[in-house]
């Protein structure tokens, strides 16, 4: 009867170590999963941030490269430039000339003065970097003969019309390369003369406000 006893009370015993063996086992358990759920979203998190950053690098390249693709080659803009320049100074002489406004014939002198340099700085940079500049006002030259078979109030109105489109091209044209250029003297020169562009639109587009009052 008492070895019955005895055994009774240590299968009772085993059995209740049994039970914290195997609640031992099951919060080990979970804590595993616990840590991998934790570790898993841990992963997941940097990886969504290193998606960010790529997704952000991506769209910086993409607006890089439209940019660039607007952007004229150094060459290029300043041989669209010095053409540009020299019909802007004809076009300043012949202002002087055949206007009776005294604000065009100003803004005409202000076009000789201010473009001749800046075709003289642009000449000076086209040799020291070899650039093939060319001769003449390229497709210019078909607006100043237009104008000078003007005369009077539509010559007057004709070439303001014309300073004013003209000007905002070239402004545009000068702020991208001054942003974008991948020519470090090219660039340079784009955001010294930006400046003196803008003075013109906006000395142009008074006179033109003026001409419409």
């Not at 702020?175 to 930006?194: G, H, M, R, Y």
């Amino acid at each position: 009867m008492k070895t019955l006893f005895i055994s009774a009370i240590v299968l009772a015993l085993f059995s209740i170590l049994s039970t914290g063996c195997n609640t031992t086992a099951n919060v080990s358990t979970n804590g595993n999963v616990n840590r991998t759920t934790s570790n898993t979203y841990s992963n997941t998190g940097p990886s969504n941030s290193n998606g960010g950053s790529t997704l952000g690098n991506a769209a910086n390249s993409v607006a890089n490269t439209a940019s660039s693709m607007t952007t004229p080659a150094p060459e290029r803009f300043l041989s669209e430039a010095i053409q540009g320049g020299r019909a802007e100074v004809e076009l300043g002489k012949l202002a002087q000339t055949k206007s009776k406004n005294p604000d065009i014939k100003k803004f005409g002198q202000m076009l000789v003065q201010d473009h001749s340099k800046a075709n003289t700085d642009m000449e000076v940079l086209g040799k020291k970097k070899n650039f093939n500049l060319p001769a003449g006002l390229g497709s210019h030259q078909s607006t100043l003969d237009k104008l000078n078979g003007m005369s009077g109030d539509d010559f007057d109105r004709e070439f303001v019309n014309n300073m004013v489109s003209d000007h905002e091209k070239d402004v545009s044209t000068f702020q991208k390369e001054s942003q974008n250029s991948t020519d470090a003297d090219v660039k340079a020169f784009a955001e010294k003369t930006l400046p003196v562009l803008q003075k013109h639109l906006d000395t142009v587009k008074g006179i033109q406000s003026k001409m419409k009052q």
